[in-house]
């Protein structure tokens, strides 16, 4: 079905009210899922709910707590998230940057004891929408084989750049893995097999059934026990199509955030009282380097070379970002899409809350 | 044939001093190539020096001109190569970044009007032996077919990380493409196939004849011939499997070397007066954060337990830099492999130079 999305926010706004995060609070997150939705990643859209309240209803997401700065220099931030959402303090720190970033030209932040931070383009997009280069990076729960290993040890780990450019910045935004898991769950929500070869069982053999590598992965990502398997790295599943790249891709990720935040790494993250993931921003003013109107100019003139390309019939070439900025126009008008048990779960958390639940359009 | 590191360095840096290089330029020159045959990355070792004496004969490289620097700040350095050689003005901005960012905490340099600038692992460890975070980033000539795209238009895009560690830095060290152009030269140059989906010719199909594809890629980066085709991004020929992601990483490297240093975008560079090259190189003190003495220790922990993960049979997980480490130290005894090819050309440029070729082994 389809809900509007101005809907999908106030009954967002709603459940996190009752949560117990701040008004403030609940409107940034409540944002942030809209604005997945509505950019046709569902996977970090409102569908993530139903876990955000098992993790509440844990205490592994604290909603009244405050972000603390525990060292602040004028080119850099250290965040304690303090166990709320990593959207909280993702948002704080990037506004910090953008500020330092006009002052200094260059300025990042690494954030601890944080949770689920939704997309990662969201904080890279804050800092172009400025003028500014932006990139965010988290670690997550330990979901991706390193390559010629049998078991998961990496996070999915994304990856968001943003360049200013016009009439949007450029923004290319996922997993550092072949896709992240939220794709393997949105397919097993629906029935679909997996179209790639996107992960493997306990003997890296290449599995397609999305329920089953979904199963496996709440599994490795939530429990002790280890069925083995897992997503694969960016280049698949063999070594001599440098599958090995893929792999060090996702490790400067666990360097720069589990490792620089002194937090867990991602292979540690399934381990009770040790469930927090760690982020890493940064801010860059090309100004630096030039006129911030040829900078935008010149992208876009690329970008257009490209998509005019000569390619294979009936295929796009998509720049990073267009195929979510048309999703994003059309869904504004036709709503955006919610599976059937995510519309299920929808309901449960409305009736819980005492909250009425958008309407199907 | 195999011949002694030291005699390598001491015929590049005699051949270094007949192209008018400075002694200390010369110098830096045969380290970078040196470095890069000892650790067994022979695809940027003196294989490479053919190619570099044409360029000097043809002044696309003018080995007597200084490095400029165009704009300074306490964090960031825009620097003019002036038409020499990449190492030359990519080690003296790492030089500068080292003391930048030990007072400052981050610092920046774009580069422009460059050449090839060998490993850009160099230079990322050169910032991780003074206990930084070093990134370096080149664009080159043009060889990358875009996700569902018939023609190249991306650089092979070469992106290095380091992370302070013990006993070695942590180095991930490659092209963003799925493998360079210089690995497809060895192979060549070795009479072997290629033995992954790495190149498609001009329809997509996938190519595993190395010297095809190492005649496509000449033409389709040093000409305006272009017979369509080229290297893969990584994550292969589909989409179904996240090539646009390897595409991604890819406009990443674009943005922030050609776009940035207002030099040409890879696609360019294989036009005539726009040969000209731009790097990207930054360097962040983890001290920021926190104890560099922890860092390393935690970071090395992690690299040991991915390395005793279970794992195929008779395969083994490398972390990214363990090969070339291995490498380096059996290379040091046993001398530095240099193909029959290679070899030849070696001949011809010390008869040239009247400079004495070192001896096989």
């Known amino acids: 079905m389809r ?15 009752k949560d117990g995060f701040s008004r403030e609070d609940g409107d940034l997150l409540a944002d942030t899922l809209v604005d997945a939705d509505l950019r046709g990643i569902s996977s970090h859209g409102i569908q993530r709910l139903a876990w955000y309240t098992r993790m509440i209803k844990s205490h592994i997401i604290e909603p009244g707590n405050k972000v603390k700065v525990l060292k602040e220099t004028p080119t850099s931030l250290l965040v304690d998230a303090n166990k709320n959402m990593g959207q909280i303090a993702s948002s704080f720190a990037m506004h910090s940057l953008i500020e330092k970033t006009k002052k200094i030209g260059i300025s990042l932040a690494v954030i601890r004891n944080s949770n689920h931070f939704g997309t990662a383009g969201y904080y890279a997009r804050m800092a172009a929408k400025q003028g500014l280069i932006g990139i965010a990076l988290t670690n997550t729960r330990p979901l991706v084989v390193p390559t010629n290993a049998y078991d998961a040890f990496l996070g999915s780990n994304a990856f968001a750049f943003s360049f200013p450019a016009e009439p949007h910045p450029f923004v290319f935004d996922g997993a550092t893995s072949i896709v992240s898991s939220g794709k393997i769950q949105v397919l097993a929500k629906n029935h679909q097999p997996i179209p790639g070869d996107w992960a493997v069982d306990s003997k890296r053999h290449v599995v397609h059934d999305a329920k089953k590598v979904e199963d496996d992965l709440s599994k490795i990502a939530f429990t002790e026990h280890q069925p083995g398997g897992g997503v694969l790295t960016l280049g698949g599943n063999l070594e001599s199509n440098s599958n090995y790249k893929g792999f060090g891709n996702s490790l400067v990720v666990e360097l720069l ?5 002194q937090g867990p790494i991602s292979a540690d993250t399934n381990q009770p009282g040790k469930h927090d993931f760690s982020q890493f921003l940064l801010a860059i003013n090309p100004d630096l380097f030039g006129d911030l109107e040829t900078f ?16 294979i019939p009936g295929s796009t070439i998509f720049i990073p970002g267009d195929r979510e900025y048309k999703n ?3 869904n504004l008008k036709a709503g955006v899409v919610i599976d059937d048990q995510t519309a299920a779960e929808l309901q449960k958390i409305g009736n819980e809350n005492q909250v009425p639940v958008p309407e199907a359009l």
Chains 1, 2 share one sequence.
């Not at 010149?298 to 970008?303: I, K, L, Q, S, T």
Request: charge should be neutral; glycine fraction near 6%; hydrophobic fraction near 40%.
């Open 257 to 261: 955030t589990g490792i620089l935040a």
């Open 3 to 17: 809900i509007k999305a101005s809907e999908e926010k106030r009954f967002l706004q709603a459940v996190f009210d």
């Open 296 to 311: 935008k100019k010149n992208a876009e003139n690329m970008f257009d070379r490209i998509r005019g390309l000569d390619h």
């Open 328 to 330: 994003y126009d059309q």
